[in-house]
């Protein structure tokens, strides 16, 4: 399928308009003026040329941006969720464009990948309610369309990924490094309009430059669930070469990304999956040993590969699983977990717990410098996404429907 079928060939047009417009407005500049260097910072010196520079800033920053006029109305394509339901209640319906108010930016989606938010979201959770109708999608790449005031450091047209996480950006734990902590953290789709759409709105500070060694649909597939499993490998549980870890679920998507964050770092993983194709998957991913979460004798086998007992249990499962797993717990040892998809109790004992100095740690998305760094590493071609399947935006029943029975290894991906 070409890149560019679906859009609208008039919107493109007026997007590359924009960009050039962006462009002609920096040129104009006085920092862009062709003077010779010398010239300019002889200029920049003076404290009066300083105070001019600052006062047009802020005065452009005041004004409506000339080169994004934010009063397009034009409709945009998205999956839009009026009622809770299975499948059929996803429906492709117009909806107007998104708008960027200050410091925001709309970015042309051109992948996006699915994560069971965007089911919990569909069928509805009791005690947690979604405001309905919600267009859901958290992990997102694509092009920025349109820029909001105040923001002026990306042309129209750069290839962006998105991050997951919205925040405040103002409280202690957002400027302190931890705004996945936030008191006003949500993911995008989650409680506001998200990227199973045309277009996506995001704050400036939710979209990192794609490297280009990544397509689209790899961008995409490598948002959330790297993040979610960086931040518990590498900031929760301190992970070190040489250590065991034992990666729960290895089939599922934060599965998938713990074991190859797991092998980056040099530790030996042991990991369970529940069907014959998962287990030949997790292996190719660099696991040593993959053992059937179906068989009760598993946790055996992790005591006889491990006798003094695992360093750290990468676990999202709970009930039954949380327990054995602590079980298999060592000296020093540390759980994280991110979820408790079976059951949210569990039993402890605590006399293992203090004895062994072992410690449960909880984890949820990462922060946005955890992001940065990960980018980074992608774009020296560290971590490849595992895709289970690509299809248009069309088929998003078919795509639910395929990420809901199990049946894929990696993450389902869209393109609108
Ligand atoms: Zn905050």
Redesign the pocket.
Known sequence: MGAEEGVNPERREKEQRRGAQVTSQRLAEPWYDGRDAGEQARAVVSVRHAVVVAESRAERNRAPAPDCPPTEEEPMKAVVIREHGGPEVLRIEDVPDPVPGPYEVVVRVKAVALNHLDLWVRKGVPGAPFKLPATTGADAAGDIASVGQGVSDLAIGTPVMVLPGV?????A??VGGA?HL????HILGESGPGALAEYVKVPRANVVAKPANLSYEDAAALSLTMLTSWHMLVARAQLRGGETVLIQAAGSGVGVAGIQIAKYIGARVIATAGSEDKRKAALALGAEHVLDSRDPSWPKQVKALAPRGVDVVFEHVGGDIFEQSMRLLGRAGRLVTCGATTGIDAKINLRHVFFKSQSILGSTMGSKGEYHQLVALYAQGFFKPVIDRVLPLSEIRAAQEALESREVFGKVVLRP
């Open positions: 925040s405040c950006g103002i409280c734990l957002c705004d936030c008191a006003d953290y």
